[in-house]
């Protein structure tokens, strides 16, 4: 006789750590899953940050690279074991955008706003999904909790 345990709220988590897209794709879908039960109602907020400058490319910016969630928090409904959670990409052309911000834009001659383009365009841009705050209190996060996503240019 096999004794299933399904009383637990289970552990939740992304089914990747790392996740490539395309500018072009305009729509980033990151699959969240819940294991080891799912008895219950569970939540947990996605946060989406920037990883800074140090990995190989750019830090990619909210609102020219991604739009925040207007729902942050996922709830999975007893016995749900799997959520997608989509993230817009704004469909504009990100290299015009970072020009137009940048303060020294003014200042520099075509060629080097050409080159600065160029630059731009041909590094890849990376942001951070991140699981927190789950509920209800003591809800386990899986070690794959957070997800990083390289936004690559086109080839």
């Known amino acids: 006789m096999t004794v299933i345990d399904n009383d637990n709220p289970g552990i939740i988590g992304f089914t990747e750590r790392n996740l490539i ?5 305009e729509i980033c879908s990151i699959i969240i899953t819940r294991e080891k039960g799912s008895s219950g109602e569970v939540s947990a907020e996605v946060c989406i940050s920037n990883t800074g ?5 750019r830090a990619a910016q909210q609102g020219i690279d991604y739009i925040e ?3 942050p ?3 999975f409904k007893n016995g749900e074991t799997k959520k997608v959670v989509h993230i817009k990409m704004p469909n504009t052309s ?10 020294t834009q003014d200042e520099l001659t075509e060629e080097e706003r050409e080159a600065k383009l160029t630059e731009i365009g041909n590094k890849s841009a990376f942001f951070q999904v991140e699981l927190k705050n789950p ?3 003591g809800l386990k996060l899986s070690r794959r909790h957070i997800t990083f996503v390289e936004i ?3 080839s």
């Open 69 to 71: 969630l207007a729902e």
């Open 21 to 25: 897209v395309r500018p072009r794709d």
């Open 53 to 57: 400058e140090a990995l190989a490319g």
């Open 152 to 154: 690559r240019p086109q």
């Open 135 to 137: 509920v209800p209190e």
């Open 73 to 75: 928090r996922i709830t």
């Open 94 to 103: 990100v290299k015009e955008e970072m020009l137009k911000n940048d303060k």
